[in-house]
């Protein structure tokens, strides 16, 4: 494609991001007022402060790190049960997998409180109430059945002249996987590991059932309820908080999308 | 499990190389869903047959009670009102957040300037903790002094009480659209980057603009995404809590069987009695909404395999 | 499947997850030892380093440590309710009032005096829906109590005197007079569930209510007639339904309006802003009761816990009440405390909470004469006033 000018549709793309971050905005505004103005309405924190952010700084910063650590492990987790069973669903094309396929739906129908509830009595057994190991495991039960969906979804598109050329030269089925097949779906890897990651990082419910005895070893989305008393909530720095938790990952998120757009289809299709 | 027993290979057949190579594959994943759902699964089943209260979900001596819960649930009128409620929020959030999704995709698929950054900053609301995003929605929501009310007396338009019970169903399937968006707009996204550019070209040789381009090549190759879309957004859409539960509690026309049920689990709506068994009914009752929406994907996905 | 497989088949998951997710990081383990007294409270604001932490933890008896856990208000009781299932169950929690007859009638606490706490010289009106069918199964160490905040600057440019305010009649009269000046009248939280009923039952109780009897009386509907006249006059913001406590204090402080029902939790808070605070008044006349509102010190029910670790629990709880630390505990919840040479030795030091006293006195416990029944009274309330207030 020619490069044409296309100043204006990156006019439009702003705009239409400032519209879509519109609440993210607020909460920055709200983080920097004071807790007399919050409910004013200010187009800009008129009442100006810096608290909520010491507040924030002084009690959230070990939670911040937790949430990483859980989300990264609920990525890591989520990649090793859902590539290798993805490649058995639509290389393989291993039997029942309409049966498996149902069932990934329904795993996913289960609602959030049965599945907390359960889990309580299971780790209780096993002492892994209040671990992280329970927690990152807890978290990627959200992810498993969608990046084995996606993940079987986009296999299944794959060129299969790439797969056979490399089985008629001999190559293990491993092989296939992990030099052909891998490589391939970076593209919905990256895709799959946001969203695992952003569950598990905007994870409450299993936080709050599995691991509210953590202390200091609880995700960002339990630190925040340090700010909510039984009859009152501070909200200046539950969102001073917010805005800390979400600017690091936010980056890392535009970072790992322009990664995407960088090489992929390049690499999917010129090979 | 009933289930695993349907796909474990028969004994008497002789097992290729390759399927064992399959099962090795599979086997993780196997074993994790027998694992982590089955368990949860019988026990929300076994929990709607029985009359589980708080203290008999203490004591475990829950007396079974057959398919009674699920007669009295269905019986009640805000069951009914609830599944009409649930549908009008699923169907027109999944609408919207669909075709909103689709167009944005499509518009940052076009790699301008700053097109991967600012698709990346679309995720941004996903970073928020739904606590913090559902309380900025109900505050710019606010029938008072609210920013959503503020834009429309712009517009010199009257000022809607949006959070009230009989508007509710709106303001939060507002939220629940831009809540969805960064999903769609992703997924999708990554759907239009598998399809190979030569075919573009190939259409621009032909003569075809660019809306011709969109329907006769663009919509038809994204379908199985457009249909793997669809039915993860009516999945999460159908089990939605938060942003309703923190905007209105689920009170009033916002009340979702998914909100039902969790307002009955947990005893938070306007009672504090817990209701384990009627949320099990509920909780069993989206699993079969869901599974009947599964079949038709899977049948849906047959007939494209067909062609 | 049987158990046993299930669960080797998880911890091989877990290892695998473990291993993953850099094992240098670890975890906190939760396995409990007979050294460990655990101590649920709702009070996650009061976070590791406060000052309640070190107060809680100092009482630990030689040889044991506390450790503490705090919950969302609304979390507690469903988590106590798995814990104690589970066979888990902290050594000491301590339970929002009105959830007593619940937390008893699943058989999640035990009989306190009957542990061997000293239960003796406590207000009875606080420490009634502690006590089920003659059983005490906690002590409440203090009570915070609902009162009318006024703004004097507001007042002032209306012209309004607060002492006017006695009935119904005056309190509307007041209100109008400051939307007539151009402000904004009253905040409240009318937001649905027990918060809002909480809020409710001053009015309901002030026009003669009771509860035994509640939906459909006269009482109910004169007192529903008023919130809800506020919200259709534009004296309360429509935002009623959905505000809780806190949100009802957000607006009441941005100074726009005259007065909000709030509780004595904000007294510091008000007194920085130079607000305000009279009793809630009844409908003819004289003082609202409002319903009393803090927590229970409760033991919950244990499969086997030994006599020696139950006499550690007893001392740590004994340690959180005796002497000069009920008043240290009540001044770390802004709560007034449930003796009355406490609540005066509260006052002396703090003169915010001179006018507090009376109303605390007159309190009532919600489930003191209902008991259970409590649950399904309070849900038809707040059915009741969510359908007034949102009537356009």
Redesign the interface.
């Known amino acids: ?1 020619q490069h044409r000018s ?2 204006w ?2 006019a ?3 705009v ?2 400032l519209i ?2 519109f ?2 905005y ?2 920055i505004n ?1 983080s920097f007022t004071q ?7 200010d187009l800009v924190p008129m009442d100006f402060t810096l608290d909520n952010y010491t507040a924030a700084f002084n ?1 959230q910063l070990p939670y911040l790190g937790t949430s990483l ?2 989300a ?2 609920c990525v ?2 989520t990649l ?3 590539l ?2 993805s ?3 639509a290389i ?24 907390a ?6 780790f ?11 927690l ?2 807890a978290d ?2 959200i992810a ?1 059945p ?1 990046a ?3 993940l079987t ?2 296999m ?2 794959m060129p299969r002249s790439l797969i056979e050329a490399a089985q008629i030269d001999g190559a293990s ?1 491993w092989t296939v ?1 992990t030099r052909i097949v891998i490589p391939l779906s970076r ?2 890897i990256v ?1 799959t590991s ?2 695992s990651f ?1 569950w598990a ?2 994870d ?1 419910m299993f936080a ?2 599995l691991d ?6 609880r995700p ?2 339990m630190g ?12 200046g720095p ?2 001073a908080t ?1 805005v800390l ?2 600017v690091p ?2 980056l890392l ?6 990664y ?3 090489g ?2 390049a690499g ?2 010129k090979d | 499990m009933s289930t695993t027993q349907t796909h474990a290979p028969k004994p008497a057949k002789r097992i290729k190389p390759t399927t064992w190579a399959a099962i090795g594959f599979a086997a993780p994943l196997i074993i994790y869903m027998l694992v982590f759902y089955v368990s949860p699964l019988v026990q929300n089943i076994s929990m709607s047959l029985h009359r589980y209260t708080r203290r008999t979900f203490v004591t475990g001596e829950a007396p079974w009670t057959g398919l009674d819960v699920y007669k009295e649930v269905v019986s009640t009128p805000e069951f009914w009102t609830t599944l009409r409620q649930t549908l009008i929020f699923v169907v027109l959030s999944i609408v919207f957040q669909y075709s909103i999704g689709l167009a944005l995709a499509v518009f940052f698929n076009q790699n301008f300037k700053l097109s991967a950054g600012l698709r990346g900053a679309f995720l941004v609301p996903w970073l928020l903790p739904p606590m913090i995003s559902g309380t900025i929605w109900q505050w710019m929501m606010d029938a008072d002094s609210g920013l959503v009310n503020n834009l429309l007396g712009v517009f010199g338009l009257d000022p809607v009480w949006w959070l009230q019970a009989d508007k509710s169903l709106w303001a939060v399937i507002i939220a629940n659209i831009w809540l969805g968006i960064p999903f769609n707009l992703v997924i999708l996204y990554s759907g239009l980057q598998n399809i190979n550019g030569d075919l573009y070209e190939a259409a621009s040789l032909d003569g075809c603009n660019a809306w011709q381009r969109f329907w006769k090549i663009t919509f038809p190759l994204l379908k199985p995404v457009t249909m793997i879309t669809l039915l993860l957004g009516f999945v999460y859409t159908l089990r939605t809590v938060d942003i309703i539960w923190i905007m209105t509690k689920g009170t009033g026309t916002s009340r979702t069987l998914a909100t039902w049920a969790y307002e009955m689990a947990f005893g938070k709506g306007t009672s504090a009695t817990i209701k384990y068994s009627e949320a099990s009914v509920v909780g069993t009752i989206l699993i079969l909404v869901a599974l009947a929406f599964a079949l038709i994907y899977l049948w849906a996905q047959g007939k494209e395999e067909e062609r | 499947m049987t158990n046993s497989t299930s669960r080797r088949a998880l911890a091989f998951v877990v290892a695998a997850a473990a291993v993953m997710s850099l094992a240098a990081c670890g975890g906190s383990s939760s396995a409990k030892d007979d050294k460990t007294i655990e101590f649920w409270d709702p009070y996650p604001q009061k976070t590791a380093d406060s000052s309640w932490q070190a107060f809680v933890e100092k009482c630990a008896p030689d040889g044991y440590t506390v450790k503490r856990v705090g919950y969302a208000q609304s979390d507690l009781l469903n988590n106590l309710t798995t814990a104690v299932k589970a066979n888990n169950a902290p050594e000491i929690a301590l339970i929002d009032n009105p959830k007593m007859p619940t937390a008893v009638d699943a058989g999640l606490v035990t009989d306190i005096k009957a542990a061997g706490v000293d239960v003796s010289g406590y207000d009875e009106n606080i420490e009634g829906p502690g006590i089920v069918d003659g059983v005490q199964y906690g002590v409440s160490y203090g009570s915070n109590a609902l009162g009318l905040y006024y703004n004097p600057t507001v007042l002032q440019k209306a012209g309004v005197d607060p002492a006017s305010i006695t009935d119904w009649d005056s309190l509307n009269a007041a209100i109008e007079k400051v939307v007539n000046a151009g402000f904004k009248g009253i905040t409240f939280a009318g937001i649905s569930g027990e918060e809002g009923t909480f809020q409710f039952l001053p009015w309901f109780w002030g026009a003669g209510g009771k509860l035994a009897d509640a939906s459909g009386s006269t009482a109910e509907q004169d007192a529903l007639d008023l919130v809800s006249g506020w919200v259709q006059k534009g004296w309360a913001p429509k935002s009623v339904a959905t505000d809780n406590q806190s949100a009802a204090w957000d607006l009441f402080l941005t100074g726009e309006y005259g007065f909000s029902e709030n509780g004595s939790w904000q007294a510091e808070s008000a007194a920085q802003e130079g607000y305000e605070m009279i009793p809630i008044p009844g409908k003819d006349g004289g003082v609202a009761p409002v319903p009393t509102g803090g927590e229970f010190i409760t033991i919950p029910t244990q499969k086997n816990m030994s006599d020696e670790k139950l006499a550690a629990t007893v001392k740590v709880i004994e340690c959180l009440v005796d002497g000069d630390n009920l008043k240290s505990l009540n001044d770390e919840m802004v709560y007034l405390a449930a003796k009355s040479d406490v609540r005066a030795e509260q006052v002396k030091e703090n003169e915010v909470w001179k006018p507090w006293v009376k109303i605390v006195e007159s309190a009532s416990g919600r489930t003191t004469d209902v008991g259970l029944k409590y649950e399904d009274i309070s849900a038809q309330l707040s059915e009741d006033l969510q359908a007034a207030l949102n009537k356009a």
């Open positions: 494609m296309t100043w549709k990156t439009i793309g702003i239409l991001t879509m971050l609440p993210v607020w909460m709200i807790r007399r103005s919050i409910r004013s309405g009690s650590i859980i990264l492990g890591i987790v090793l049960i859902a290798p069973s490649y058995a669903l393989l094309h291993i039997k029942g997998r309409k049966t498996l396929n149902f069932l990934l739906i329904v795993a996913q129908m289960i609602p959030a409180v049965v599945m509830l359960g889990f309580y009595q299971i209780s057994d096993l002492n892994l109430l209040d671990t992280l190991p329970g990152i495991v990627s039960t498993v969608f084995v969906m996606l979804g986009f299944t598109g089925q996987f593209n919905t895709t946001l969203f952003l990082w905007s409450f709050s059932t509210s005895g953590g202390g200091k070893m960002i989305t925040i309820y340090d700010f909510i008393g039984s009859q009152n909530q501070e909200w539950m969102m917010a938790a979400s990952t936010a998120l535009i970072v790992a999308q322009k995407v757009a960088a992929v289809t999917a299709i």
